[in-house]
């Protein structure tokens, strides 16, 4: 797989402030979660706190591994060997790029280059999911989705206390509109951080939840977003554990576990099986 020569040299505000509001969500998200677990009386019965610690390394370990081979890992031409000589049907010349790219290549005007098998480009992370890295992409998006479910049944257990004791008209809008709250002067700075924290692992699991069902679609179908919307089934392959090889290397099964799992890719990004 190509990692980007340099790549922390790319300093513009399309790859540095995604990464930093990503980077910001995430830790918020690590501290709350520890300090629930270092609470008593407020961890999920039936796991030892050891357990959730150990849970919790592993997801978050897992999240960061693949963000960081996300970002390294370059779907772009850059450094692609395009031959004039195999231009044909199916490949576009890009007038930004001056080169012909081959099928399923698009021009993203945010990285300002061509990705091959080009999906979208992700505003979270700064680049564009393509050929390479759509295996970091995806194991991102499921350890995320697992993170924020975890972080989200841990505030489950505050809710339900709070519930229990009973719920009055403050408690709730703290929960609903904490910004309201903290600009009327309602609530602290602690509880107000603490209620934007817990929102956003619920808002943040729900978005998951929807995307990574997409992508799960995308993925069994040899899709990309593009060909969906378009109805585009040529790179169909029939069989959805073919479709998913083709996506994330012949160690398909594998390759959840760790980033650093080693699944060479059957094809080139340049030609494919239809």
Not at 74 to 101: A, D, M, N, R
Not at 134 to 147: M, P, S
Not at 193 to 213: E, P, Q, R
Request: aromatic letters at 14%.
């Amino acid at each position: 797989m190509p990692l980007v020569p340099g790549w922390w040299r790319r300093l513009d505000a399309a790859l540095v402030l995604p990464i930093c509001l990503t980077g910001l969500l995430i830790l918020s998200v690590v501290l709350e979660v520890l300090y629930i677990l270092t609470q008593e009386g407020v961890v999920v019965s039936g796991l030892h706190r050891g357990a959730h610690i150990l849970l919790a390394g592993f997801l978050l370990l897992n999240v960061l591994g693949n963000i960081f081979m996300f970002i390294c890992t370059s779907s772009s031409i850059k450094g692609v060997f395009l031959p004039t000589s195999l231009v044909g049907q199916g490949w576009e010349y890009c007038y930004s790029c001056q080169t012909h790219v081959p099928p399923r290549c698009q021009h993203c005007f945010t990285c300002g280059i061509c990705v091959l098998r080009r999906d979208h480009h992700c505003v979270l992370l700064g680049q564009c999911v393509g050929f390479h890295n759509q295996r970091y992409f995806l194991c991102t998006l499921l350890y995320g989705w697992a993170g924020l479910l975890y972080a989200t049944i841990l505030n489950a257990e505050i809710f339900l206390g709070i519930l229990h004791e009973g719920l009055s008209f403050h408690t709730a809008f703290l929960l609903i509109m904490p910004w309201m709250m903290l600009l009327t002067g309602q609530v602290g700075g602690s509880a107000f951080i603490f209620a934007f924290v817990a929102d956003t692992c619920v808002m943040g699991f729900l978005f998951c939840t929807a995307f990574l069902f997409f992508h799960s679609i995308l993925l069994t179908r040899g899709s990309t977003s593009r060909e969906w919307f378009a109805g585009d089934q040529r790179y169909d392959l029939g069989c959805w554990w073919h479709n998913v090889r083709e996506a994330l290397g012949s160690q398909w099964y594998l390759v959840w576990l760790c980033p650093l799992i080693s699944s060479p890719l059957p094809g080139d990004g340049v030609h494919f099986e239809m």
